[in-house]
């Protein structure tokens, strides 16, 4: 049974950095690619960056880049978001999401005001 775990939401201040986790089970995570989507009120769920299992990542949001990095450690089983420099356009719920197998994890609030 897939499952995804994310943590590391908050609130931050505009400016502030947060860095997001995704602890992956239930199969074999280094062979899968693995992407961060994310919604904010009011809009449709969007794709944020997508991680593949050489660890380049691809389709990186084009408001993000520069901004946000996403990564994988195959040994723990987990992918995370690094976003630095955040504004309050960022607020949304944060996904966590396989595509091999379609599942999503519960997703983490980000707060981004002053």
């Known amino acids: 049974q897939v499952q995804l775990v994310e943590s590391g939401g908050g609130w931050v201040q505009p400016g502030g950095s947060l860095r997001l986790s995704c602890a992956a089970s239930?199969?074999?995570?280094?062979?899968?690619?693995m992407s961060w989507y994310r919604q904010a009120p009011g809009k449709e769920r969007e794709l944020v960056a997508t991680i593949t299992i050489t660890g380049s990542s691809l389709n990186l949001l084009d408001s993000v880049k520069g901004r946000f990095t996403i990564s994988r450690d195959n040994r723990v089983n987990t992918v995370y978001l690094q976003m630095n420099t955040l504004k309050p356009e960022d607020t949304a719920v944060y996904y966590c999401y396989v595509p091999r197998f379609g599942s999503w994890g519960q997703g983490t609030q980000v707060t981004v005001s002053s």
């Open positions: 239930g199969f074999t995570f280094a062979n899968a690619f």
